[in-house]
């Protein structure tokens, strides 16, 4: 390595300037920062009693927070991955429609098997219930030539103090801590042995100063030891809305880590994609987590909780007095089959004034309802002796449903937002690998697929962290709507068996060829019913335009090859062919009017057969009525 005076570090402007703009908007963030930090602890460690009313006294805590976060953040990793794939495709140009489903197969694929998005999204999830703000970076890993997903810290990610969505925010940096060796193996950072001790250096103690100190965050600004490196991954819009980013640290202000280059991605955008917990008034910080709006109930419920405990103590170990002045009570001693030295008397401490159970069941039914938890609010009840009606429980269900569907639909716009940056990534960077499986085949993508001209929309749905009422509503839905003329059949049994198990699609759907086969076989047999005089009826599920392009060959090969039609099988063919032909206009206009000329002439032969044979069966009956009224000679 070549020693510092031999390398040349050339002040840049960009470092002084961003070291002075990133710390001032950490010191107006302090606020937000103090917060995080005691609700942090809220739901890891609790709030701890400051005084305790004796030295055995309990000092538990209620993780109402915990609870929360663990029963909410399946409800979000479930809308994700509950569907057979992770997002729709709509071509925004004619020409790729053809393509949606095979995009969005090749996609859902990609991010499944070749990227690290279902680790990420739960650790995204986590940080937004939490903090009320996740950030997850979408970037493309030129080492492994995949996409790769990473959960950013939000303690760890800064952007200016008068940004109101990270979308348009004009810069921000994401803060890195690494070792030595991470750094060391990374060629494209400065190398240099100095200039690396001097990122290593330990910061001395934040000057008292409060001027000094406000700008200071330990492992952001500065570090503690010599045995870390704190970097800034600068990304900022320049005036073109090109996207420039470079590395810097703030314990070298004058040199860059790594060169000033534009991002390498042609869609334009900061990678980072940020998911609110909740949408209220503007602001980048005024999403609030789970644990910052339950935090009043967590603390009432962990004070009502240590004192029932401390209530306990007094009840199982019971306070005896002695009437007798004289007595000495240091020579009582309470242990089984003891006898006393003289009597002593219970204290009767009275029953408790508060119903703790009840009162620690109140504020979770509470906590729930602030928070909307899924089908909270249905069976959880105040007093469980009271009967709601029909009308009531439907209400609250409504009502639960909607504030559900709000938190999927703000979520699923951030999830949009982030399936958007890396189908881009794939289009730019990897062309080249269009095979993938789906259903246990091994396809491929077109390469003219490969397209930015689509509109992608997550699959995302708020019902799908309840899979038993998901698979409810489908088959409710499938009973409504079977032999309807009106809906595609197929794809009703196809989103009921998906509903169940995405994996027995292909095991038990047939496809459209597979089901003309079974059709034409099923016609073939009714022809054979109908040669030996039986009439074969028509379902409601028959394909008719199959039925009849059948029942037409096999007319038509009669007629090439000579062989007569019995006026009964004609009569029995044309009215076969009248039923199918009705309910084909029902079902498709479209297709009964594509068949309606070979089917008249169909029509046209069989009526004459049927035709000759009646007017054959008049003459013959004139000719029998003539011979019994002429006179018997």
């Avoid at 704190?230 to 819009?237: I, T």
């Avoid at 980072?272 to 008034?281: L, R, S």
């Avoid at 609030?288 to 709006?293: A, D, L, Q, T, Y």
């Avoid at 009437?323 to 009597?343: H, M």
Wanted: with cysteine.
């Amino acid at each position: 390595m070549p020693d510092a005076s031999t390398v040349n570090l050339r002040p840049h402007p960009l470092v002084g300037e961003f070291d002075t703009k990133v710390r001032s908007a950490l010191s107006a963030r302090t606020r937000w920062e103090a917060k995080q930090v005691d609700f942090f602890r809220l739901r890891h460690e609790g709030l701890r009693r400051l005084n305790k009313p004796f030295p055995t006294a309990a000092d538990m805590n209620w993780p109402l927070s915990d609870m929360m976060i663990e029963k909410i953040k399946p409800y979000y990793v479930q809308q994700v991955f509950a569907n057979e794939l992770l997002a729709n495709f709509y071509a925004l140009r004619r020409e790729l429609s053809p393509f949606n489903g095979l995009a969005a197969q090749w996609f859902d694929f990609r991010l499944r098997q070749r990227t690290n998005f279902e680790h990420e999204i739960i650790s995204v999830t986590d940080y937004m219930l939490v903090t009320g703000k996740g950030i997850l970076k979408v970037r493309w890993d030129e080492d492994a030539k995949q996409v790769r997903f990473d959960s950013v810290d939000p303690m760890m990610f800064v952007v200016p103090t008068h940004t109101t969505t990270l979308a348009e925010a004009d810069w921000c940096v994401q803060v890195h801590q690494v070792s030595e060796e991470t750094y060391r193996r990374n060629p494209n950072w400065r190398q240099d042995d100095a200039f690396i001790r001097r990122l290593m250096t330990a910061s001395p103690a934040v000057n008292s100063n409060k001027e000094s100190a406000k700008f200071a965050r330990e492992g952001i600004t500065h570090v503690v030891d010599d045995q870390s490196i704190v970097l800034w991954e600068v990304y900022r819009r320049c005036h073109d809305n090109k996207i420039e980013t470079f590395i810097m640290s703030p314990l070298a202000t004058d040199v860059l880590v790594r060169d000033l280059m534009d991002l390498p991605y042609d869609h334009g955008r900061l990678p980072f994609v940020e998911f609110n917990c909740e949408v209220k008034d503007k602001g980048y910080f005024a999403s609030r987590g789970i644990p910052e709006r339950v935090a009043p109930l967590q603390v009432s419920m962990t004070r009502l909780w240590n004192e029932k405990l401390d209530s306990l103590s007094f009840y199982g170990k019971p306070i005896f007095v002695n009437d007798n002045p004289l007595g000495n009570t240091g020579n009582v001693r309470l242990v089984p089959g003891q006898v006393l030295p003289f009597a002593v008397r219970k204290v009767e401490m009275g029953q408790p004034p508060v119903q703790w159970d009840g009162e620690l069941v109140g504020h979770r039914i509470t906590a729930e309802q602030l928070i909307g938890v899924p089908d909270a609010g249905l069976t959880s009840q105040m007093n469980n002796n009271e009967r709601r009606t029909a009308s009531e429980v439907n209400l609250i269900g409504t009502l639960m449903s909607q504030v559900v569907d709000l938190r999927s639909r703000v979520f699923r716009r951030s999830l949009a937002e982030a399936f958007a940056q890396a189908w881009a990534l794939y289009v730019q960077h990897d062309k080249a690998s269009l095979d993938y499986f789906y259903r246990n085949e091994l396809l491929a993508l077109p390469p003219v697929a490969l397209s930015e001209d689509y509109r992608i929309e997550p699959l995302a749905s708020a019902d799908n962290f309840n899979k038993q009422f998901v698979y409810q509503k489908k088959v409710t839905r499938f009973q409504m709507l079977q032999n309807n003329p009106f809906v595609n059949q197929g794809e009703l049994v196809r989103d009921l068996i998906a509903a169940d198990d995405p994996q027995d699609v292909k095991r038990l759907f047939m496809d459209g060829d597979t089901q003309s086969n079974d059709q034409m076989e099923d016609q073939a047999g009714e022809i054979g019913r109908m040669l030996i005089g039986f009439p074969s009826q028509v379902k409601p599920v028959d394909n008719d335009a199959v039925h009849l392009t059948i029942l037409r060959q096999f007319v038509e090969r009669r007629v090439i090859t000579g062989e007569p039609f019995s006026p009964e099988l004609a009569l029995l063919f044309l009215n076969h062919a009248n039923l199918h032909f009705r309910q084909l206009m029902q079902k498709s206009p479209e297709q009964a009017q594509e068949l309606e000329a070979p089917m008249q002439q169909m029509a046209a032969y069989l009526g004459k057969v049927v035709a000759e044979a009646q007017a054959q069966m008049q003459q013959a009956q004139a000719q029998a009525q003539a011979q019994q009224a002429a006179p018997v000679s």
